[in-house]
């Protein structure tokens, strides 16, 4: 891309890393573990360490391709950790019903972590593990990357390469389908012990 990139941005990073790789190791710095605990809420934490690895090591093979238009890299990163767990869609699966049928949430870092809000949420978490082990793998990312990412419709429409449009009706569809099987009670209602 040409034109000015900002300093202190992603793309800045990006586009310094071109000329000097091992600038690369700032954006590993400023995302790894938002895109570690993304991956760890999707599939658990065996499988984060080496998903969020290959992401940056899919995202340094690709930086020459990034849009440096883009001042922030996190909808990059998410979408290529997106699209690793995809490829992982049927562990995922296991990992949602395995909480279904045990209750225990193997991504969760302490039982000491965060105890009321736990208490509260222990009684769904089964129920929410089905239902998102149910939903279609489109509905069931864009929930997640709102969810567990944090990311805005904007930034999951980029991470994904899809229209926002269709970011808003598919999370309109997962939260539906989602708070029907959870007997009406709306998954943001939980708590963050569910990762809802």
């Given at each position: 891309?040409?034109?000015?990139?900002?300093?202190?941005?992603?793309?800045?990073?990006?586009?310094a890393?071109?000329?000097?790789p091992?600038?690369?190791?700032e954006?590993?710095?400023?995302?790894?573990?938002?895109?570690?605990?993304?991956?760890?809420?999707?599939l658990?934490?065996?499988?984060?360490?080496?998903?969020?690895?290959?992401?940056?090591l899919?995202?340094?093979?690709?930086?020459?391709?990034?849009?440096l238009?883009?001042?922030?890299?996190?909808?990059?990163?998410?979408?290529?950790?997106?699209?690793?767990?995809?490829?992982?869609?049927?562990?995922?699966?296991?990992?949602?019903?395995?909480?279904?049928?045990?209750?225990a949430?193997?991504?969760?870092?302490s039982?000491?972590?965060?105890v009321?809000?736990?208490?509260?949420?222990?009684?769904?978490?089964r129920?929410?593990a089905?239902?998102?082990?149910?939903?279609?793998?489109?509905?069931?990312?864009?929930?997640?990357?709102?969810a567990?990412?944090?990311l805005?419709a904007?930034?999951i429409?980029?991470?994904l390469?899809?229209?926002?449009?269709?970011?808003?009706s598919?999370?309109?569809?997962?939260r539906?389908?989602?708070?029907?099987?959870?007997?009406?009670?709306?998954?943001?209602d939980?708590?963050?012990?569910?990762?809802?």
């Amino acid at each position: 891309m040409t034109g000015e990139v900002r300093a202190g941005t992603d793309a800045a990073v990006i586009d310094a890393s071109l000329r000097d790789p091992e600038r690369f190791a700032e954006l590993y710095d400023r995302h790894h573990a938002t895109i570690h605990r993304y991956i760890a809420r999707r599939l658990g934490r065996d499988q984060a360490d080496d998903l969020m690895a290959e992401t940056f090591l899919i995202a340094f093979a690709q930086r020459e391709r990034y849009d440096l238009t883009c001042a922030g890299a996190r909808p990059w990163l998410y979408g290529i950790a997106t699209n690793l767990i995809g490829q992982h869609h049927r562990a995922e699966n296991r990992f949602w019903r395995l909480i279904a049928r045990t209750g225990a949430d193997p991504a969760v870092e302490s039982p000491s972590e965060r105890v009321a809000e736990r208490v509260s949420a222990q009684g769904m978490r089964r129920e929410l593990a089905a239902a998102l082990a149910r939903l279609p793998r489109g509905q069931r990312d864009v929930l997640l990357l709102t969810a567990a990412g944090g990311l805005s419709a904007d930034e999951i429409a980029s991470a994904l390469g899809i229209a926002k449009g269709t970011v808003h009706s598919r999370l309109n569809r997962a939260r539906r389908k989602t708070r029907d099987a959870l007997g009406g009670i709306d998954p943001r209602d939980v708590g963050e012990g569910v990762h809802a």
